[in-house]
C-alpha cells in the first residue's frame, strides 16, 4: 500500500510496496508515481478519477519492474481528506497477480495437454464420476458411440454398451480393487453396430485423497478376434489338409481315398453339400464317386464337354459375386457353387462341385474360400494321380498285361495264402491247370493276333465265371491256372466242365473275319488230398492236364483218378501190372453219337 500526493509524488510506501518497486526509504520520497507503469496514461486516468470521485473500481495494470520483469498489479484508489477538510491525497493498495496469473496460466496449459493427449489417442478414453456419469470423453468416443461430446457428458456410461449390468459389475470392480484390466465389453453404436472392447480403468482422487471418479480406457479388439479367429481357421485348415495328405499316402486304392476325401472337404466347407466326379480311363464321361451333405444332384454323370471347370482348367463359380461366368449345365438348379477342376501333370483327373445355397458368406470370405478351394484340390489331384501312378504300378507287377489276370508271380503268392487260410478254416480247396489245345498250330496258321485275340476272349470268360475269392491268372503262353478256396470236387467239377463248354462256343471275330473255335484240356487238383503246398498242388494239376493232353486233349482230368462226365461213358482200359496203374481217361465228346469227333484241320496230336 501507499499515499499519493495531490502533486503525483509518492509520499508513502509500506515495505512490501518497497520491495516489489525495489526502493529504500531515502529513494522513496518525491518519486513519481507514474513513472512506476508500463503506461502512465492509464494509470492517470485512475489517479485523476480518484481525486475526482473519492474512489476507483479495483483495475489491473502492467508494472514492469527494474529487473524488467512485466508484472500485473491489481489496484484500488481511494481519495484521502485532512482533518480539517481539504484533500489530502489518494490512498492506494495493490495485489501482485502475477504468481497468481503463471499458476493459472499453467494450469490452463496442462489442461490444453491433457485435453491434446485424450484427443490424440485413437482408443476411446473417458472419465466417470463415482455414481457412474460420464464426466469427459475424447473425439475416439463419440467416434464409437455415434454421439456428440456433450450428449455424453452427465449421462450413465452403462446405456451404452450391449450388457449395461455386466459395465456396472465392472465399474463396481473397479472401485473394489482400484482398478480392472482387459474387462470385456461390446460398445454399441446409434447404428446398431457393435465393437469389442477390453477396458482398462482405475480410479483417481482429488486434493484431499477421496476417489474423484474412474479414468477408462478403451481397446477395440474386433479386428485382433477376427485376425485371431482366421488364424486359428487357416491352422485347423492346415492340420486337416496335412491330416488328409497323411491318410490318403496310405490309401492303396481310389476307393479307399473317396471317403477320406469327402469327409475333409465337409470339414472344410461346413453347412455345404458337394461331390466329387472323376474321370475315368475312356475320358468319355465324369462319375460320381462321392458326395457329402443334404443335397440331390440332377445327374450322377457329366460330360467334360458341359464342364466349364474343365474346359478352362481353372475354377469356375457362380453366385460368389458378380462375374460373366456362365451357368453350369449340371448344376442349372443351383444358385451359388464353385467347380474346381482336379487335375495334374497336365491331365485331368476330374472336378469337385461345393454348393453354398442358404448359406451367408461374408465379403472378406470369398478369396480365403477360393484359396482354401484350390489348395484342397490340388492336394486331392496330386494325391489321385499318384494313387493312379501306384495303381498303375501294381497291377503291372501283378497283372498279365496281354489278358490282364494276374500273373504267375501273384498266383503262386495267393495259392499261399489260400493253403494257409484253407488249414485254418478246416475248408477245401481246388486248382486247374488249363492249356489251350494245338495253340501252336493255331498261331501259325492265323497269326499271333488271332493268338492274342484268342487268349484275351478266354480271359474275359474265365473273369465271368470266377466266383467269390477264386483268382484266375496267365501262368505263362497259353497256360492259365484258377485257384477255388473254399471249393469242394464237385463243386469244381461242375464250374470246370461248364467253363470247358463255354470256350468251345465262343464266337471269335478279328477284322472283320470269324476265326474258328479252340478248346482246352484241363488238369485238377485239391487241397489237401493232393498236396499242401502250391508247388505240390501245381505239379499234381500240371500232371493231370498232361494225362489229359495224351489221352485227346478237350477234356478234364484230375490228379490221381480219372474225371468223367455226366453224360459220358466211360471205356475200359487199364494199365495193370504198375503200381502207378491209372484209371481209364475218357475223351471228351461234344457229338450226340458218341463217336470221337474228326480232328479239326488246324490241330495236330502234338501236346
Known amino acids: 500500500m501507499g499515499i499519493i500526493g495531490l502533486n503525483g509524488k509518492i509520499r508513502y510506501m509500506n515495505a512490501a510496496a518497497r520491495r516489489l518497486a525495489e526502493l529504500s526509504l531515502e529513494e522513496m520520497p518525491q518519486r513519481d508515481f507514474l513513472s512506476f507503469f508500463a503506461i ?21 495494470v502492467a508494472w514492469p519492474s527494474p529487473t524488467g520483469k512485466k508484472l500485473e498489479l491489481e489496484f484500488c484508489f481511494n481519495r484521502f481528506q485532512h482533518a480539517d477538510g481539504s484533500m489530502g491525497g489518494v490512498f492506494f493498495v495493490f495485489r501482485d497477480l502475477s504468481k497468481e496469473r503463471a499458476l493459472q496460466h499453467r494450469m490452463l496449459s496442462t489442461s490444453q495437454y491433457s485435453r491434446n493427449l485424450l484427443e490424440a489417442s485413437l482408443d476411446p478414453l473417458l472419465t466417470i464420476s463415482p455414481d457412474g456419469k460420464i464426466m469427459d470423453v475424447n473425439r475416439a468416443t463419440e467416434l464409437a458411440t455415434g454421439y456428440n461430446r456433450e450428449t455424453l457428458i452427465g449421462s450413465d456410461f452403462s446405456d451404452y454398451f ?93 476307393s479307399e481315398a473317396f471317403p477320406v476325401i469327402t469327409t475333409t472337404l465337409e470339414k472344410l466347407f461346413p453347412k455345404t453339400c458337394g461331390r466329387i466326379l472323376i474321370l475315368k480311363t475312356t475320358a468319355t464321361m465324369l462319375l460320381e464317386t462321392s458326395a457329402w451333405g443334404n443335397n440331390t444332384w440332377k445327374s450322377s454323370t457329366i460330360s467334360p464337354s458341359d464342364c466349364w471347370a474343365l474346359r478352362r482348367g481353372r475354377m469356375h463359380d457362380i453366385g460368389l459375386e458378380e462375374s460373366l ?139 465271368s465265371f470266377r466266383q467269390g475269392s477264386d483268382v484266375a491268372c496267365r501262368y505263362g503262353g497259353e497256360e492259365f491256372v484258377v485257384v477255388m478256396p473254399e471249393t469242394g470236387p464237385d463243386q469244381a467239377k461242375r464250374k470246370i466242365e461248364s467253363f470247358r463248354k463255354s470256350v468251345r462256343q465262343l464266337s471269335l471275330r478279328l477284322n472283320g473275319q470269324t476265326l474258328p473255335g479252340v478248346d482246352i484240356s484241363v488238369g485238377l487238383s485239391f487241397f489237401p488230398e493232393h498236396g499242401r503246398t502250391t508247388a505240390e498242388l501245381l505239379k499234381q494239376a500240371d500232371n493231370a492236364l498232361y494225362r489229359a493232353k495224351h489221352q485227346g486233349r478237350n477234356c478234364i482230368e484230375v490228379a490221381g483218378r480219372e474225371f468223367l462226365t455226366p453224360d459220358q461213358p466211360s471205356v475200359g482200359n487199364t494199365n495193370s501190372g504198375s503200381t502207378n496203374s491209372r484209371v481209364p481217361v475218357i475223351r ?17 496230336q502234338t501236346t
Open 325 to 463: 461366368n456362365p451357368p453350369c449345365r449340371a448344376l442349372a438348379e443351383k444358385n451359388t457353387y464353385l467347380c474346381i477342376p482336379l487335375q495334374a501333370h497336365g491331365r485331368a483327373l476330374g472336378i469337385v462341385h461345393i454348393v453354398f445355397d442358404g448359406i451367408e458368406s461374408p465379403p472378406h470370405d470369398l478369396q480365403r474360400i477360393r484359396q482354401l478351394a484350390n489348395a484342397a484340390a490340388d492336394n486331392i489331384s496330386l494325391a489321385l494321380a499318384n494313387l493312379r501312378l501306384r495303381e498303375s504300378l501294381q497291377s503291372l507287377s501283378i497283372r498279365d498285361p496281354l489278358t490282364g489276370l494276374y500273373n504267375r508271380r501273384f498266383m503262386e503268392e495267393e495259392v499261399d495264402r489260400s493253403i494257409s487260410r484253407m488249414t485254418r478254416l478246416q475248408k477245401p480247396m481246388a486248382l486247374a491247370f488249363l492249356d489251350i489245345d494245338h495253340f501252336k498250330d493255331y498261331n501259325d496258321k492265323f497269326g499271333h493276333d488271332a493268338g492274342d485275340a484268342v487268349m484275351k476272349a478266354i480271359a474275359e470268360l474265365m473273369e
Open 588 to 604: 471228351r465228346q461234344e457229338t450226340s453219337s458218341g463217336q470221337q469227333p474228326a480232328t479239326r484241320p488246324h490241330e495236330t
Open 162 to 254: 450391449t450388457d449395461p449390468q455386466k459395465a456396472r459389475e465392472g465399474y463396481q470392480k473397479v472401485f473394489s480393487e482400484g482398478q480392472v484390466s482387459d474387462y470385456p465389453l461390446v460398445l454399441r453404436h446409434t447404428t446398431g453396430a457393435e465393437t469389442e472392447v477390453l477396458y482398462n480403468a482405475s480410479i483417481y482422487r482429488d486434493d484431499e485423497g477421496r476417489v474423484a471418479g474412474v479414468f477408462a480406457a478403451a481397446r477395440d479388439v474386433t479386428q485382433l478376434k477376427r485376425s485371431q479367429q482366421e488364424l486359428e481357421t487357416t491352422n485347423h485348415e492346415v492340420t486337416l489338409l496335412s491330416e488328409m495328405n497323411n491318410l490318403l499316402q496310405s490309401c492303396s486304392t481310389e
Open 40 to 60: 502512465p496514461e492509464e494509470t492517470g486516468g485512475l489517479f485523476e478519477q480518484a481525486l475526482k470521485f473519492g474512489a476507483t473500481a479495483t483495475c489491473t
